[in-house]
């Protein structure tokens, strides 16, 4: 069946660094992907999303990574701010190609910030 | 995001009540949705509508019912509120006729039932 994981549940990273979060798909056929950050106390943020004709896609301080050969998805988050800490969610469209709107999300990963 | 809005923001109810939570959107989007948050389980759908005449049912559609009162007002009801119906609940809306359903979402409605 379908499933979006991520694959830590909690990822510690240094102020300045880059953080990269992964997610694993079980769909072979999933063609549109997006990733989501949420804050403490407020609603998912879209960040950035990623078709399944692309590799990688490329926004301001992150970049999504896709490889359909193994059927994962990461996000990287360039020279990592404070502001970044927040859970960070994958999700992918379900069925795929159906435009159905529906989306199947991972649990989530935590990002930590260290000064 | 603004254009979405939740009321109320928090909620304490009791066993067995009726309780409604709603959602209203000025993002012109036709399609709305429920989400359904809980610790370490993500987000899961509870119902969706695609147009005000269109209403169906996600995961875990049991125990709760919704009302799509006109294009931008989505509200998702509990009949009779039990415990484990205590969660963070999300509404979220998206255009239609795209291959981009990004969905946007409000800043959620915290429920505690006791």
């Known amino acids: 069946g379908e499933s979006v994981g991520l694959h830590l549940p909690t990822l510690s990273v240094q102020e300045g660094d880059n953080s990269i979060i992964n997610c694993a798909y079980s769909?072979?056929?999933?063609?549109?992907f997006i990733w989501y950050k949420q804050e403490s106390g407020k609603g998912p943020q879209f960040i950035i999303d990623?078709?399944?004709?692309?590799d990688k896609r490329q926004g301001q301080r992150v970049t999504v990574l896709l490889n359909k050969t193994v059927k994962h998805l990461s996000l990287q988050i360039a020279a990592t701010q404070p502001g970044d800490s927040a859970v960070y969610f994958c999700?992918?469209?379900?069925?795929?190609?159906?435009?159905?709107?529906?989306?199947?999300f991972g649990q989530g990963t935590t990002l930590q910030v260290k000064p | 995001d603004a254009d979405v809005t939740q009321t109320p923001r928090n909620r304490i109810t009791k066993t067995g009540k009726r309780i409604m939570l709603e959602c209203s959107q000025t993002?012109?989007?036709?399609?709305m949705y429920w989400y359904r948050q809980d610790p370490g389980l993500g987000l899961r759908l509870i119902y969706y509508?695609?147009?005000?005449?269109?209403?169906n049912k996600g995961e875990i559609s049991d125990g709760y019912s919704v009302s799509r009162q006109a294009q931008a007002k989505f509200s998702l009801s509990l009949e009779s509120a039990i415990p484990n119906q205590t969660a963070l609940y999300f509404c979220?809306?998206?255009?239609?006729?795209?291959?981009?359903?990004?969905?946007?979402f409000g800043p959620g409605t915290r429920l505690l039932v006791l």
């Open positions: 979220a809306t998206s255009k239609a006729g795209s291959w981009k359903e990004t969905q946007y």
């Open positions: 769909n072979s056929a999933s063609d549109y």
């Open positions: 990623i078709r399944s004709n692309m």
């Open positions: 999700a992918e469209n379900s069925p795929p190609g159906g435009n159905t709107g529906k989306l199947i």
């Open positions: 993002k012109g989007h036709d399609r």
């Open positions: 509508s695609f147009d005000v005449k269109d209403i």
